[in-house]
């Protein structure tokens, strides 16, 4: 049923996540020794839940349509956020007009002076505009593309629905099992844009992404820091991207766009030095900023053209 055998672990992980959430609300644990690391690990697990998502958008894991659009409901209560309503701001916004007026995820809406604050808060700062889009693009494809719009009907129903029913058997265990760990992913995978491309060209061929190469990274967030090569091609699998990226992409990028640390990347950039720099260790000079543009594909484009998910 799986395109690719390496969906295993994907299938793997997502089983973990609820593992980890039915256990703490059956057992409660209170020892903080335990508590603790427990809730850790759900937050992060909630954010491979966003970091999988990614990848379905862009390659659906199963041959079978159904599977697919069933996947897409279970992904969108492991980080609390409908999967169709991915495709927008990331597909058709952020990968065909990266770092421009019509990607609503550009790191240049963040300027505070202290590079810290633009890590932390560069997810409130895009909400906003993700929340317009997404809004926008939903009205828009009611009518153009009413099997993706059911689609994201389902996801919404079935997450409000679930949603709805732990807040009723126990609102304290919701809150602190369920909607603080989705909180964390919305958050992470939203932040993860900020580090990929940051102080990069856009404009380039080669320098617009920053790329993350460490092992341990990629084992948990299924390669996703080899980000030069899945804009190049998006439909490309997890899988297969670091020897695409080895071959693509390595050999003509600016050396300081493979990062080998993705801790010792966070230090140097939002703690010390901390400074805000281009890509090729020169200081960051943001272009003016501006309102967004409209990025909503023109009426006649085709329903794939608009969709670029599993439900085409």
Request: charged letters at 15%; one cysteine or more; proline letters at 3%.
């Given at each position: 049923?799986?395109?690719?055998?390496?969906?295993?672990?994907?299938?793997?992980?997502?089983?973990?996540y609820f593992g980890l959430v039915a256990v703490q609300w059956i057992y409660r644990p209170t020892a903080l020794?335990?508590?603790i690391p427990l809730l850790v690990v759900t937050?992060?697990?909630?954010f491979f839940g966003a970091v999988i998502t990614h990848n379905t958008v862009h390659c659906p894991m199963f041959h079978s349509q159904g599977l697919n659009r069933l996947m897409q409901v279970v992904l969108t209560c492991t980080y609390g956020h409908p999967v169709s309503s991915f495709v927008p701001g990331h597909n058709l916004s952020h990968h065909r007009f990266t770092q421009s007026r019509r990607d609503v995820m550009r790191t240049s809406k963040v300027r505070f002076r202290w590079n810290l604050l633009n890590g932390l808060f560069f997810m409130f700062r895009m909400a906003p505009s993700i929340m317009r889009?997404?809004?926008?693009y939903a009205k828009a494809m009611f009518r153009r593309h009413p099997k993706w719009f059911r689609q994201l009907l389902l996801e919404l129903g079935c997450l409000y629905a679930a949603m709805g029913l732990l807040l009723w058997l126990d609102w304290q265990a919701f809150l602190l099992y369920v909607f603080i760990p989705h909180r964390y992913a919305g958050w992470g995978i939203i932040t993860m844009n900020l580090l990929q491309h940051d102080g990069c060209d856009g404009e380039?061929?080669?320098?617009?992404?920053?790329?993350?190469?460490?092992?341990i990274v990629n084992w948990f967030t299924f390669n996703n820091g080899f980000h030069s090569i899945h804009h190049v091609?998006?439909?490309?699998?997890?899988?297969?991207?670091?020897?695409?990226?080895?071959?693509k992409v390595a050999p003509?990028?600016?050396?300081?766009?493979?990062?080998?640390?993705?801790?010792?990347?966070?230090?140097?950039?939002?703690i010390w030095p901390g400074r805000r720099l281009q890509y090729d260790g020169t200081p960051l000079v943001l272009p003016d900023e501006g309102p967004d543009e409209s990025w909503i594909p023109a009426p006649h484009e085709t329903p794939k053209d608009v969709s670029l998910g599993a439900v085409s």
């Open positions: 049923m799986l395109r690719y055998r390496a969906d295993i672990r994907t299938l793997c992980f997502v089983a973990t020794w335990l508590a937050c992060f697990f909630s889009a997404d809004s926008a380039s061929a080669h320098n617009h992404s920053r790329n993350f190469v460490s092992g091609k998006a439909s490309l699998h997890w899988s297969l991207l670091p020897e695409a990226h080895a071959e003509f990028i600016h050396p300081a766009l493979d990062q080998r640390s993705l801790v010792g990347y966070l230090w140097r950039t939002f």
